[in-house]
């Protein structure tokens, strides 16, 4: 089953504009983490953020988070052609729990 | 480029068949965990090995079976291939029972007929 659920499904942005994915979970939660995935291939960690913390930056990179809503977001700035991949939000209720992936957003850059 | 090599990279195979899949971690990663990925979807949880002992099952019949061995390298066996297997399966390491920063192999893509 998958715990989080990223929206949109799909967007596509002109290179140099913001990016926003947004995810939702349905249990408490350990850490929220986002993972990157360019076509056909393995994820890459991008950046992980814990419950007791509400944002985080890394580079480009910010994530919220909002555990009275459930609710993580991802935002890259000033995004690039190379940023063109899937991205997905993963969670686990413990540290001893496998990590749950949701079926991710797909970003298209245009340059 | 994470460390963590799958092979093969590509497979086909026809219902019915058994296939094994292989995974060498990143040097020092005890742990391994294996996802299953169809098209469009995001990663399933198979399983999860650490210390060569299974540590966690997701929602897969008994026919998922796997292995971790003391080079922490790991297998992934699936007996009586059907077409619903067909995807990418990923594995991916980490460090002492942690699910904090998972580094994901290439994927092996499985095709059954």
């Known amino acids: 089953s998958q715990q989080g659920e990223e929206d949109p499904q799909a967007l596509s942005i002109q290179e140099g504009e913001n990016a926003t994915m947004n995810c939702s979970y349905k249990?408490?939660?350990?850490?929220l983490q986002w993972y990157r995935q360019n076509s056909g291939r393995g994820l890459v960690h991008l950046i992980l953020?814990?419950?007791?913390?509400r944002e985080k930056h890394s580079g480009r990179l910010r994530v919220t988070l909002d555990t009275s809503k459930k609710s993580s977001s991802l935002l890259i700035t000033a995004s690039r052609a190379a940023d063109t991949a899937s991205y997905f939000c993963?969670?686990?209720?413990?540290?001893?729990?496998?990590?749950?992936f949701g079926k991710g957003t797909r970003l298209s850059v245009i340059a | 480029e994470t460390g963590v090599t799958q092979s093969p990279t590509h497979l086909i195979k026809t219902r019915g068949q058994q296939v094994t899949l292989r995974c060498s971690s990143q040097?020092?990663?005890?742990?391994v965990s294996w996802y299953q990925q169809a098209l469009g979807q995001g990663p399933q949880f198979i399983f999860q090995?650490?210390?060569?002992?299974?540590?966690g099952r997701g929602n897969f019949p008994p026919r998922f079976s796997g292995l971790q061995f003391p080079n922490y390298s790991s297998e992934l066996n699936v007996n009586a291939l059907e077409l619903d297997d067909s995807a990418l399966y990923l594995c991916?390491?980490?460090?002492?029972?942690?699910?904090?920063?998972?580094?994901f192999g290439s994927g092996t893509q499985l095709s059954v007929l």
């Open positions: 991916a390491s980490s460090s002492d029972f942690g699910n904090e920063k998972l580094f």
């Open positions: 249990t408490s939660i350990n850490n």
């Open positions: 953020i814990r419950s007791n913390e």
């Open positions: 040097s020092g990663h005890n742990t």
């Open positions: 090995y650490y210390r060569e002992e299974e540590n």
């Open positions: 993963a969670t686990d209720d413990s540290g001893n729990t496998p990590l749950v």
